[in-house]
């Protein structure tokens, strides 16, 4: 195996929490390869928000490195692309300004830059809403954009954090597909947080299960299920026994751990 | 004040319902002949009051000769001016005391203390040290468009939402841009709400300081009405104060309206 593209090296977070220490991540390892697609799963207050937003450079380690291509984080930075739960679109801007933004920051000229955002645009298929503000954009749809507008930058890792978390059952079914299709349109690493042990296994090359007090990784599944992936592999064996695994997995955890 | 603010609240783009806002237009008219209608009957019934006709009459006069004019010049002038400078102050003050937390450190004390202190409070001061000039009732409008505005552009910077912050750096932002493309759009609402706040309070603080210490103006020209018993000059200056203060603040709002129109329904 060559260098991964995301090394994760004995990573821990402590956050002081009055008198006590909250441990949020103790002592964490993981590689992610090239173009791999990770779900990180796990029960709340297990810390994965904390890794993904240590592997961001939105917060620093306690302890260990966060290394990608090879280099340790520090700070954001253009070439890892992040998704937020609450969209976190600007909402003063329409859908185009909102997919600019990156490549404005990087002073790509304005020719380009409507190009480009067009493509994304039109990959996330809200080409019709292009001068449309968020308000008006359902939630699905706020999510598209923020992918759009992510991909836009170009970046070579995408970091999902819970990004269909709020949305309806039937919307994240239907966004989970688009985001695949457009990930094998135009793969990148992605390392993607979820709590839904269906959506963890359905998108990816592998499911990272995590759990609390301290966080750490309890389990790591391979999904050796071939892509493209439709709404008939949920229904089959193979993906109810990779399901059944994961979700055993997460399960338990908790009932050993009665203080979560 | 209370109709304008409860209309001030409803979201601009809400035709859902136009036969309620029908009704209460209705209802508001209604209000407002009633109201005049009492006001002529109290002062056919021997009520001190000058009748509307007279008020008409003295507003007739007063526009035929200038004074009204003048007088209202005078006044919009000097609170436009301390407004102005108040908010361009506030705005200033406000985003350094969000943005740096020394700046905070070091105004804070200062903007609670005097916040306390009606503006108009400070006249006897003011007038001892800069005269009688435009300048200490421009500084006294001042200070009350500042201090009204300047705490909600602060709340206004430290309320942007942090992942709105996060976004903007992921996507490769510096604090520069950060603050240009960020914090100013979404703390507009916040600056503008404050503005509102500040030119209500630089209006009432304007007309007050005309009362003590003015030779021309709205409030000196009720101020020397009192003297000689000249109701229906009072009245015509009240009325005009009232009239141009709630145009401004429409004129405000409709700005304000227009520049947070991307804002979700409030």
Not at chain 1, 80 to 91: E, H, K, M, N, T
């Amino acid at each position: 195996m060559t260098t991964p593209k995301i090394s994760v090296r004995d990573v821990t977070k402590v956050f002081p929490v009055g008198k006590e220490d909250f441990v949020a991540l103790g002592g964490v390892s993981l590689d992610i390869a090239d173009n791999e697609f990770v779900t990180v799963v796990g029960p709340s207050g297990c810390g994965k928000s904390t890794l993904l937003n240590i592997l961001a450079g939105l917060e620093e380690p306690t302890g260990g490195t966060a290394l990608v291509d090879g280099k340790p984080v520090s700070g954001p930075g253009p070439e890892r692309g992040v998704i937020f739960q609450q969209y976190a679109l600007f909402p003063w801007l329409t859908v185009r300004e909102n997919v600019e933004f990156g490549m404005r920051t990087a002073k790509v000229p304005k020719q380009e830059r409507r190009r480009r955002a067009e493509h994304f645009i039109r990959l996330v298929g809200l080409e019709q809403f292009a001068d449309a503000l968020p308000k008006t954009l359902s939630g699905g749809m706020k999510q598209r954009c923020a992918i759009a507008r992510a991909y836009a930058v170009n970046p070579s890792i995408l970091l999902m954090d819970e990004p269909f978390g709020a949305l309806d059952a039937l919307t994240r079914v239907k966004l989970q597909e688009q985001l695949l299709s457009t990930w094998s349109q135009d793969r990148r690493t992605v390392m993607f947080i979820t709590h839904d042990v269906d959506e963890a296994v359905f998108l990816a090359n592998r499911v990272v299960v995590m759990a609390a007090r301290p966080g750490r990784i309890a389990d790591v599944i391979d999904v050796d299920l071939p892509y493209p992936r439709d709404e008939e592999l949920r229904l089959s064996p193979e993906f109810g026994d990779l399901r059944n695994r994961v979700w055993h997995s997460v399960y338990h955890q908790q009932v050993k751990e009665p203080a979560q | 004040m209370a109709v304008i603010s409860a209309e001030a609240t409803r979201p601009a783009k809400a035709p859902a319902r136009p036969r309620k806002s029908r009704t209460l237009l209705v209802l508001n008219i209604v209000s407002i002949v009633a109201g005049l209608a009492i006001w002529w009957g109290l002062s056919l019934a021997g009520f001190q009051f000058p009748t509307p006709a007279e008020v008409l009459a003295s507003a007739w006069t007063m526009i035929g000769n200038g004074t009204l004019v003048a007088d209202t010049g005078a006044s919009l002038g000097r609170v436009l001016a301390g407004f102005a400078l108040g908010s361009v102050a506030a705005i200033l003050v406000g985003f350094l005391m969000g943005w740096y937390t020394i700046a905070r450190g070091l105004f804070e004390p200062w903007i609670q203390f005097f916040r306390t202190i009606p503006p108009l409070a400070m006249l006897p001061l003011v007038l001892v040290l800069m005269g009688i000039g435009e300048s200490p009732k421009i500084f006294v409008i001042f200070l009350a468009a500042f201090l009204a505005c300047v705490i909600s552009t602060y709340q206004g910077v430290v309320n942007v939402d942090r992942t709105l912050l996060n976004a903007a750096r992921v996507l490769g932002a510096r604090d520069g841009t950060i603050f240009a493309r960020v914090v100013v759009p979404a703390s507009t609402p916040f600056i503008l709400v404050g503005m509102r706040v500040g030119l209500g309070s630089a209006w009432g603080t304007l007309v007050a300081a005309e009362l003590l210490a003015a030779q021309a103006g709205l409030g000196h020209r009720m101020q020397s009405a009192q003297l000689y018993y000249d109701l229906p000059t009072i009245f015509v200056g009240i009325i005009t104060i009232g009239v141009l203060g709630l145009i401004m603040d429409r004129l405000l709002m409709l700005a304000g309206n227009k520049l947070t129109a991307w804002q979700e329904s409030r």
